[in-house]
């Protein structure tokens, strides 16, 4: 299976980019390469090169100047995996030959040539299937069952300090 840092990053630089997009009012406003570079531990440089892939291809639209940086240039509904991925030149394939179909040479493809074939039209379905609207409510619901978490965690230690205070008093 090839699918590189490069398509990884660029989901994960829109997925992050999606995420910061809207300030508290709901409104748009640009998010920086720099803070994405610093949230996920992506090379800036790297990020630059991505971007302008992803510019190019009209998945964002980027903003010049002071408080400059990038927004979505669809709704996060309208752009899938398979987009941010194929955007960046990114290949999913799982064959030996690079659908190629020449595995062996002269000889032609090999015996498994269908079979891997097979596998990379069901990923392309996937991710085709999965916009950034899913990967971003599914981000949140997992940061708000962590929020949750944690409040029950607080919650439970106040009650055993209050527990150990009215023990030991």
Known sequence: ??????????????LDLA?????????SKPVTLA???????????YLEQL?????????????????GGYNLAKSRAEISVSAIISAV????DATQCGGKENCHGALGRCMTHD????????ILDYLSDVSLADMVNSQQAKDQNHLDNS???????KSCDRNEAAVSG
């Open 151 to 157: 409040t029950v965690m607080f919650a439970s230690r």
């Open 35 to 45: 803070g994405i570079s610093e949230r996920q531990d992506i090379s800036l440089s």
């Open 19 to 27: 995420l910061n997009e809207l300030d508290l009012t709901g409104a």
């Open 1 to 14: 299976m090839r699918l590189t840092t490069k398509g990884r990053f660029a989901v994960t630089a829109m």
């Open 89 to 92: 030149d990114e290949d999913i």
């Open 51 to 67: 971007f302008s892939r992803l510019r190019r291809q009209g998945l964002v639209t980027s903003v010049r100047g002071p408080g």
């Open 115 to 122: 079979l891997w074939a097979s596998l990379n039209a069901k």
